[in-house]
């Protein structure tokens, strides 16, 4: 009997030495194979991303890789700060992390001029996985010119680089008024895109003019289709001309 006790106990101790081993093993490989998170510009695919990102500020036009601001829908301002979101492909933590960017610039634009330069290293906020990442332009030398810079992640701080197609995103700024995103729906009203136009319009409808999510149709856009035909009017009435001395016009046939 005390022989079995005795073996029954090695035993026991044999097994609990082996289940700790394989548990040490396990800890050991999760520990080897756990690299940096990733991190990735959250850049709005989709319609519906455009119009859940549009509901926190609708003065933002988006472009392919490009988010489209214009100085031109607020006489006051002197600035603006533009946010775009970052994501990390991994867990929140309970301190900050810092993530690597590089800037380029286009069409003459300067850092300490037209906007604020950036930090090489950003951080991301503690107990985040979505954090912003936050751009001042001042409203300077933008008139005839859009001001642009590029926005590249790059591996460094505490993440490497994530998706491929979501590493760059480029913020044009401007104070003339660019072409908004509803605008080719609506081509066989207004026409040919052009800020006069545009401009006129806002005067008409008011706000910013916009015509998103509407389509030229008496049945659903009434009030809008009838606007325009005071703007053809406005047109046909007064001589409005772009810079080539062209006569600007409002095709609109409804």
Excluded at 205 to 231: C, F, H, N, Q, S
Aim: proline share 3%; hydrophobic share 40%.
């Amino acid at each position: 009997v005390y022989k079995l006790d005795t073996m029954k106990k090695l035993h026991y101790i044999l097994l609990g030495i082996i289940f700790a081993s394989m548990f040490a093993c396990s800890e050991a490989d999760k520990e080897m194979f756990k690299g940096p998170d990733s991190i990735c510009f959250r850049f709005p695919q989709t319609s519906d991303d455009i119009d859940e990102y549009r509901k926190l500020d609708s003065s933002l036009i988006f472009r392919e890789d490009t988010v489209v601001y214009s100085f031109a829908f607020d006489m006051e301002a002197t600035e603006r700060v533009i946010c775009i979101p970052v994501q990390i492909g991994g867990m929140a933590t309970g301190h900050e992390r810092t993530y690597m960017i590089e800037v380029e610039e286009y069409n003459g634009t300067q850092a300490g001029v037209h906007y604020e330069a950036l930090r090489k290293e950003q951080v991301l906020g503690a107990e985040k996985t979505t954090d912003s990442l936050r751009v001042k332009f001042f409203r300077r030398d933008m008139d005839k010119v859009a001001r642009k810079i590029g926005l590249r992640i790059k591996t460094g701080g505490d993440f490497v680089e994530g998706a491929q197609e979501r590493l760059f995103l480029a913020i044009q700024v401007s104070d003339i008024l660019e072409k908004p995103s509803w605008w080719d729906n609506w081509s066989d009203c207004f026409g040919t895109f052009h800020p006069i136009k545009y401009r006129e319009w806002i005067k008409i409808y008011g706000g910013t003019g916009d015509l998103t999510g509407k389509r030229p149709d008496w049945w659903v856009a009434p009030l809008e289709l009838t606007l325009i035909l005071e703007l053809k009017e406005l047109f046909e009435r007064e001589e409005f001309y772009d810079e080539n001395n062209v006569r600007l016009t409002i095709p609109c046939t409804h």
